[in-house]
């Protein structure tokens, strides 16, 4: 088969390197990461357990996923600016903002999600 067919192994290998690499440098460098890292140890088990059924679980754990997704990419972004200048500039602030609001989102859907699936349970 040849290398760049649908099942070429050493570029999967490339990718998930490339990813592990990503997720050290965040745990490493952005302190919020750590936290919501910190968050997601301590409330992915506590999901696991307190959800009925694979869906509850999902929503409780994946929420959770969600939140570290969405820091990554907002400190991507804000990488990414810093990397063109560190004087102030509209569109600089203005792209870092409207990421960390993602990332507030991603924090206020785990809250909803989880007041909402517990309160079914225990409500």
Do not use: C
């Amino acid at each position: 088969m040849a290398p760049n067919g649908l099942f070429d192994l050493r570029r999967v290998w490339r990718a998930a390197s490339y990813s592990v690499s990503g997720l050290k440098t965040a745990l490493a460098n952005e302190a919020a990461f750590r936290q919501e890292m910190t968050l997601f140890v301590l409330l992915a088990p506590l999901g696991l357990w307190l959800g009925r059924d694979g869906v509850e679980r999902s929503l409780l754990v994946g929420s959770l996923v969600l939140v570290l997704v969405v820091e990554l990419l907002n400190s991507a972004i804000e990488a990414a600016v810093n990397r063109i200048g560190n004087e102030p500039h509209e569109l600089s602030g203005r792209a870092k903002d409207i990421a960390s609001a993602a990332v507030f989102l991603s924090l206020l859907l785990v809250a909803l999600v989880w007041v909402l699936v517990l309160f079914d349970r225990f409500g």
